[in-house]
């Protein structure tokens, strides 16, 4: 370790704002680096349950699906669309893909739940808790390809797929 780096390690150099043993002027401040804040997330609003924001109950039906369960259903659904794949057209690339966004646009429309969400016992409303439009359905599955903003979430375990589509994943 050099002396520099010793010096500065015990505190000896760097203070309000004092000469470095370079030559170098250092200011320490005592507010947190922007990575710092943004990394560690923002206070949550409400020290409640999630979905308690959204007036949704804290546990059974109509309450806010956990990610476990919402994880298992995405694995279901994803493998049964790579069975017709290869079953069907002997491929697995973006075919696969393709035939999991006709899936969720069409049985979330319909039904307001895929394959694995009824397995998992979930479903996808909106807000208000109506039925999803086909406008929010599209929006949703373009998203939930994209595969990022299902991975980006808040508090209530929306992902940013679910926010921008102004849907909820809840339990049946």
Known sequence: MSRVFR????????GTATAHPLGYRVRVSKKPRVTQTW???????????????????ETGPGSIARPARRLGALLVDWLACTAIAVG????????TLGIFALENLVLLTTLGTTLGHR???LRVTGLGGGPVTPLAALIRTALL?????????????????????GTVIVRA
């Open 119 to 121: 397995l998992f016992g």
């Open 39 to 57: 990394l560690a997330g923002e206070p949550s609003e409400s020290d409640g349950y999630p979905g308690q924001a959204l007036g949704m109950p």
């Open 88 to 95: 069907l057209f002997q491929s697995t690339s973006v075919l």
């Open 7 to 14: 010096a500065c390690k015990a505190g000896q150099c760097c």
């Open 145 to 165: 390809c994209l595969f990022i903003p299902a991975v980006v979430s808040d508090d209530d375990f929306r992902g940013l797929h679910d926010r921008l589509a």
